[in-house]
């Protein structure tokens, strides 16, 4: 069985949150008070959000066990997968320590593997106080366990960004190659990830970096055959030094969250993060001592629901209707259509295999239309996505010879047979379209 299988969630596409309910203690200068997160009621949130899977939250086994335990049976009376963080492990413990002290938590169904570090860099490619060789040796055991994943995050691609201490080797494509296929070789990951947030500072119509990203992911991917996740941003304005500032415009929309995520899928991710899925509290801080919880977060700081809840919520819809199928393909190509689709996808051609042509119905709509080409058994995939975040556009998609068609999308499913068929797409939304031409 391959690796994408075998990191479904109970036969589903992966869908996960990256930082999640944890205990901690925290009252803002007015007053305001850090919520107890460990409650049926943030669970109940998370799984109706349709998140099956939980990557990272604060609390770490070594320092407060009760707060990961009780994580540990929430996430199991919800059906939610999770990662532990228990800094106790660590490399050059040999295999039947890793494996005893894990069993004071791995009972639990929920658990479903280690978080092993978020962001490491190397002697290639980004920050150093946290090394990647530091976790060849714990990655390697972990990921030698059945059912167990070891996970690492690692930094994203940013051609046009100058690094810490103005280190422009993070300008370099090469170099971050090398960290990847380091990653990759000495680690035995089971998957790959990294967190490219598009909308900090560009859009979709300067998204180029951001496709250069998931082509990079995509051929380690499938060089290694392990899927590639890809983190989605849930707000913006990150907070890390955790000081008073401003409110800018909130960003980005629903409809470039739901884009952010058809492209992923399209250019071949097998499993979608959201980040972060709860805001972390230091992320709201604002002047004399206001909070703003509007600024990201699935579920605000404040427990609520945020501002993104129901567009994640849609989104993930998409995700259970077309992600059991995304999981057993292989993409081959991308089908770029339209101005700014061409602009930003340059490798990509206008046709590929059995798909002859796309016509708008607007030509003249900049923003066209992206489609990944993938390999299914003996069958073609394409899935298809509307560049264009404010307007609905409509497609037809004109084939070599009549196959029966599939259509798949959380709004549709329908099957017709022909040499072509037409879709109407809301801003940002996919659809799956699965061919059967021996017929």
Same mark, same amino acid.
């Given at each position: 069985?391959?690796?994408?299988?075998?990191?479904?969630?109970?036969?589903?596409?992966?869908?996960?949150?990256?930082?999640?309910?944890?205990?901690?203690?925290?009252?803002?200068?007015?007053?305001?008070?850090?919520?107890?997160?460990?409650?049926?009621?943030?669970?109940?949130?998370?799984?109706?959000?349709?998140?099956?899977?939980?990557?990272?939250?604060?609390?770490?086994?070594?320092?407060?066990?009760?707060?990961?335990?009780?994580?540990?049976?929430?996430?199991?009376?919800?059906?939610?997968?999770?990662?532990?963080?228990?800094?106790?492990?660590?490399?050059?413990?040999?295999?039947?320590?890793?494996?005893?002290?894990?069993?004071?938590?791995?009972?639990?169904?929920?658990?479903?593997?280690?978080?092993?570090?978020?962001?490491?860099?190397?002697?290639?490619?980004?920050?150093?106080?946290?090394?990647?060789?530091?976790?060849?040796?714990?990655?390697?055991?972990?990921?030698?366990?059945?059912?167990?994943?070891?996970?690492?995050?690692?930094?994203?691609?940013?051609?046009?960004?100058?690094?810490?201490?103005?280190?422009?080797?993070?300008?370099?494509?090469?170099?971050?190659?090398?960290?990847?296929?380091?990653?990759?070789?000495?680690?035995?990951?089971?998957?790959?990830?990294?967190?490219?947030?598009?909308?900090?500072?560009?859009? /979709?119509? *300067? @998204?180029? +970096?951001?496709?250069?990203?998931?082509?990079?992911?995509?051929?380690?991917? =499938?060089? %290694?055959?392990?899927?590639?996740?890809?983190?989605?941003?849930?707000?913006?304005?990150?907070?890390?030094?955790?000081?008073?500032?401003?409110?800018?415009?909130?960003?980005?929309?629903?409809?470039?969250?739901?884009?952010? /995520?058809? *492209? @992923?899928? +399209?250019?071949?991710?097998?499993?979608?993060?959201?980040?972060?899925?709860? =805001?972390? %509290?230091?992320?709201?801080?604002?002047?004399?001592?206001?909070?703003?919880?509007?600024?990201?977060?699935?579920?605000?700081?404040?427990?609520?629901?945020?501002?993104?809840?129901?567009?994640?919520?849609?989104?993930?819809?998409?995700?259970?209707?077309?992600?059991?199928?995304?999981?057993?393909?292989?993409?081959?190509?991308?089908?770029?259509?339209?101005?700014?689709?061409?602009?930003?996808?340059?490798?990509?051609?206008?046709?590929?295999?059995?798909?002859?042509?796309?016509?708008?119905?607007?030509?003249?709509?900049?923003?066209?239309?992206?489609?990944?080409?993938?390999?299914?058994?003996?069958?073609?995939?394409?899935?298809?996505?509307?560049?264009?975040?404010?307007?609905?556009?409509?497609?037809?998609?004109?084939?070599?010879?009549?196959?029966?068609?599939?259509?798949?999308?959380?709004?549709?499913?329908?099957?017709?047979?022909?040499?072509?068929?037409?879709?109407?797409?809301?801003?940002?939304?996919?659809?799956?379209?699965?061919?059967?031409?021996?017929?």
């Amino acid at each position: 069985m391959r690796q994408k299988s075998m990191l479904s969630i109970d036969g589903h596409m992966p869908i996960i949150g990256f930082y999640g309910p944890h205990e901690c203690d925290y009252t803002s200068p007015k007053g305001w008070k850090l919520p107890n997160y460990l409650t049926d009621e943030c669970y109940q949130l998370i799984r109706e959000s349709g998140i099956n899977l939980i990557s990272y939250c604060e609390n770490d086994y070594a320092k407060n066990p009760g707060a990961v335990i009780r994580s540990l049976e929430l996430a199991e009376k919800y059906g939610i997968g999770m990662y532990v963080t228990d800094s106790g492990l660590a490399s050059g413990m040999d295999t039947e320590a890793i494996v005893k002290r894990m069993q004071e938590y791995s009972h639990f169904k929920s658990f479903r593997g280690i978080k092993v570090c978020d962001e490491p860099g190397s002697a290639s490619y980004g920050d150093q106080s946290r090394r990647l060789p530091d976790y060849y040796d714990l990655m390697q055991k972990l990921n030698a366990m059945n059912g167990i994943n070891g996970y690492i995050n690692l930094y994203a691609f940013h051609p046009n960004w100058i690094g810490l201490g103005n280190n422009t080797i993070w300008l370099d494509r090469d170099h971050f190659e090398v960290y990847v296929d380091e990653y990759c070789s000495n680690c035995s990951p089971k998957m790959l990830s990294e967190d490219y947030y598009i909308f900090d500072e560009h859009s /979709v119509e *300067t @998204s180029k +970096a951001y496709f250069e990203n998931l082509e990079i992911m995509n051929l380690y991917a =499938q060089k %290694y055959d392990i899927p590639y996740w890809v983190h989605i941003q849930v707000g913006g304005q990150w907070n890390d030094a955790a000081k008073a500032v401003e409110t800018v415009k909130y960003y980005p929309t629903s409809a470039e969250v739901q884009w952010n /995520v058809n *492209t @992923s899928l +399209a250019c071949g991710a097998k499993g979608i993060q959201y980040f972060p899925m709860i =805001q972390p %509290y230091f992320f709201a801080f604002a002047p004399d001592g206001e909070m703003d919880f509007d600024r990201n977060g699935m579920i605000r700081a404040d427990g609520k629901k945020g501002q993104w809840y129901g567009c994640v919520q849609s989104i993930n819809k998409q995700i259970y209707a077309v992600g059991s199928y995304l999981l057993q393909m292989d993409l081959k190509h991308m089908v770029a259509k339209g101005y700014y689709a061409a602009l930003n996808l340059p490798k990509a051609s206008e046709n590929y295999g059995a798909l002859k042509n796309i016509i708008l119905a607007d030509p003249d709509n900049l923003y066209g239309v992206i489609v990944g080409c993938f390999s299914y058994g003996e069958q073609e995939a394409y899935y298809v996505v509307n560049n264009d975040v404010k307007y609905s556009q409509s497609f037809t998609i004109e084939l070599e010879k009549a196959c029966v068609i599939q259509m798949i999308s959380s709004e549709i499913q329908e099957t017709i047979q022909g040499t072509r068929c037409e879709m109407s797409l809301k801003p940002g939304s996919g659809v799956l379209v699965i061919l059967n031409c021996n017929v």
